[in-house]
Nanobody
Framework: QVQLVESGGGLVQAGGSLRLSCAASGRTFSRYAMGWFRQAPGKEREFVATITWSGGVTNYADAGKGRFTISRDNAKNTLYRQMNSRKSEDTAVYLC????????????????????WGQGTQVTVSS
């Protein structure tokens, strides 16, 4: 079992920055690919970013390219996401997820690949 707990959400003004964290416990965090997803009210869950177990490969949804950065610290069992230049359309619940199997990038961009999920943290961007 892997337990994931997100933190760092809150209310931020448009154009501001926010860093989300995802603390992992349980099995070996450093073995897993990780991802960030978000879900806005009335919308489906959508891919935001993913990172391989080593942190060597990252990938982003088009909406976040240039504004979002995903990173991880395997020594601290923690995943991060830096969010800059926030827009009102970024308002959503942000969830982190862990994938335990070997994968290709196309798979890691989909929610079905991931085995474990956190409860999410709310981010609200005010204009």
């Amino acid at each position: 079992q892997v337990q994931l707990v997100e933190s760092g959400g809150g209310l931020v003004q448009a154009g501001g920055s926010l860093r989300l964290s995802c603390a992992a416990s349980g099995r070996t965090f450093s073995r897993y690919a990780m991802g960030w997803f978000r879900q806005a009210p009335g919308k489906e869950r959508e891919f935001v970013a993913t990172i391989t177990w080593s942190g060597g490969v990252t990938n982003y949804a088009d909406a976040g390219k240039g504004r979002f950065t995903i990173s991880r610290d395997n020594a601290k069992n923690t995943l991060y996401r830096q969010m800059n230049s926030r827009k009102s359309e970024d308002t959503a619940v942000y969830l982190c997820a862990a994938g335990t199997t070997t994968s290709i990038l196309r798979e890691r961009r989909t929610s079905t690949y991931y085995d474990y999920w956190g409860q999410g943290t709310q981010v609200t961007v005010s204009s």
